[in-house]
T-cell receptor, first 115, second 113 residues
Framework: EPEVTQTPSHQVTQMGQEVILRCVPI?????FYWYRQILGQKVEFLVS????????KSEIFDDQFSVERPDGSNFTLKIRSTKLEDSAMYFC?????????????FGPGTRLTVL | KNQVEQSPQSLIILEGKNCTLQ??????????LRWYKQDTGRGPVSLTI?????NTKSNGRYTATLDADTKQSSLHITASQLSDSASYIC????????????FGTGTLLAVQP
């Protein structure tokens, strides 16, 4: 069964460093998302992406964040200058359609630890 | 503000017993409600998606109900197994044209032998 994959599973970085989290969505999906979950808190929407541009972003997704689909398979989230409060699980998701009834399939997540 | 609230926060039951988890939402306009299972350190996995016209939907030992009038949903787990130990999250797409998902805080279920 096709699934969303994410690498790395765990990333440790120093405050102020740049990190790139990678995702491979399900191959025929066209809509891509990033969510994050701070330890002990609910999952929060960060950004949605379609047709090589951002469809929607939350207030969390400020100028230090960017997303890119550099090739036909990968979808990346870059955090330019990490802060301690960026420590969280980051989940990538993809869906075949962009409507509200379309199911989003989640990857296993990348645990980001900022020291 | 669009919100999803769940209760209880956590629940401990014995293997083989049944349990019911609750969800209340204040999302408008409403399109559908989803229940996800999230194992510790893993991504959420969809259990059910219910549109406003569906009252009950089953997926194996999981049965979800929806009351769109009172904006409440429940997830009933029958004959629990140790592998059911996880967080169960109620999720509703944000109102409007977006597919942005609003997550509840989840109910942490522990099934004990």
């Amino acid at each position: 069964e096709p699934e969303v994959t994410q690498t790395p599973s765990h990333q440790v970085t120093q405050m102020g460093q740049e990190v790139i989290l990678r995702c491979v969505p399900i191959s025929n999906h066209l809509y891509f998302y990033w969510y994050r979950q701070i330890l002990g808190q609910k999952v929060e929407f960060l950004v949605s992406f379609y047709n090589n541009e951002i469809s929607e972003k939350s207030e969390i997704f400020d100028d230090q964040f960017s997303v890119e689909r550099p090739d036909g398979s990968n979808f990346t989230l870059k955090i330019r200058s990490t802060k301690l409060e960026d420590s969280a699980m980051y989940f990538c998701a993809s869906s075949g359609g962009g409507g509200r009834n379309n199911e989003q399939f989640f990857g296993p997540g990348t645990r980001l630890t900022v020291l | 503000k669009n919100q999803v609230e769940q209760s209880p926060q956590s629940l401990i039951i014995l293997e083989g017993k049944n349990c019911t988890l609750q969800c209340n939402y204040t999302v408008s306009p409403f399109s559908n409600l989803r229940w996800y299972k999230q194992d510790t350190g893993r991504g959420p996995v969809s259990l059910t998606i219910m549109t406003f016209s569906e009252n009950t939907k089953s997926n194996g030992r999981y049965t979800a109900t929806l009351d769109a009038d009172t904006k409440q949903s429940s997830l009933h787990i029958t004959a629990s197994q140790l592998s059911d130990s996880a967080s169960y999250i109620c999720v509703v797409p944000n109102g409007g044209a977006t597919n942005k998902l609003i997550f509840g805080t989840g109910t942490l279920l522990a099934v004990q032998p």
